[in-house]
């Protein structure tokens, strides 16, 4: 064997270019499928992540604007949701609401405690936006329906907050009061930040921040989850006969589909697997027929290699060697490139990919709330892909070099002297 490997090492230095191109094609097929597989990872990761950041049997409703005039009244009005739509949410669908709450804002208020202050957005809650967005609590509790039922001046910060609040000791909030604009809230609570250094929200009783702000009946959007709609039909149904019965509380057409926007994280979870399962397909395909073309490459140039030694072959058979030895030896060339610059392109590969996760992997888009949105998360292939791409790529190449090894062990002695 190693005879072989030695005259392999010969055969390759002396046709370094064809031996590079070998090579190249081999590594280039691993090296694009790692890739791919590992972009379009980092892709679907970014999406999963951000999805799974709410519970994905919820909706959220939200006042749009007229699209029809109805009853006299011009298109173009806008819909501000109330306690009249809060009713009707639990009243007309109670077969299929879960938890039922709703969320008003209030943008620029300052949090004083002591000297420190930090700029926030409050927001009044009821208890299932914990539940729904998945807020995490490092500390303390979440809004709960006593806060809403007394309306007391709860209120529950970041970790981020609470570290500039409070440096020294940032959880030492709990249960002490803080001074929001003009008004003393109890830290009840501290939430784990997103991630993002612009993690400005702060959350307070639905009912403590309508009265405090005097926003009357008024919702800026109603969240809920549901149970019992299982297919994108049965979801698409619910929200037809739900936009209908908001409408006639605002005295707009049953069926504007403007009046009311509904976001359903279901639908939009099935619409997104649906789609990342056409991703991952597509990258599968792409990087197949990259891999092919390396193994085309392969078979090609051991044909340009067969008959670039012809009469090597007929001079090898001329002096006693059986056409198995000349198929071996091809067969072995062939596997000793494959698995060597196979194994180069999956290094490269992995070495890409986690580049990409230390760079584009890491950065995040802060939304107007702060909350930060990967859109690029762990772009990485599993090791175990890795070398199954290299196997198959080693076996495939062997495979591709039998075309050229079938044709060297046939070579005839006559034909080494007719040779150029």
Known sequence: MRDIIAEIWATSSRNK????LTGFAVAWGIFMLIFLLGAGNGFINGITSNVGSFLANSMQIFGGQTSKAYKGMKEGRSIDLNDADISSTQNHFSKNIETLGAQIRQDGVTITYGENYVSSTLYGVY?????????????????NDIDNSEQRKSIVISENQAKELAPNQPFSLIGNYVKVDNFAYRVVGINKSDGSSMSTDTYTAFTTLRTMYGRGDKADNIIFSFKGLDTEAANEDFEKEYKSVLNRNHNADPGDEEAIWVWNRFTMNMQMNAGMSIVRTAL?????????SGIVGVSNIMLISVKERTREFGIR?????KPRNILYLIIVESIIITTFFGYIGMLLGIAANQY??????????TMGSGKAIHTFLNPTVGI???IEATLVMVIAGTIAGLIPARKAAKIRPIEALRAE
């Open 127 to 143: 208890p299932n936006v914990g539940e729904i967005n998945k807020i995490e609590m490092l500390h303390g509790r979440f809004i």
């Open 17 to 20: 270019l064809r031996t590079a």
């Open 356 to 365: 990409m996760d230390a760079t584009i992997g890491q950065e995040a888009i």
């Open 384 to 386: 175990d892909v890795c």
């Open 317 to 321: 058979k001329a002096i006693g060697a």
């Open 284 to 292: 599968w395909i792409v990087g197949i027929f990259t891999l092919l």
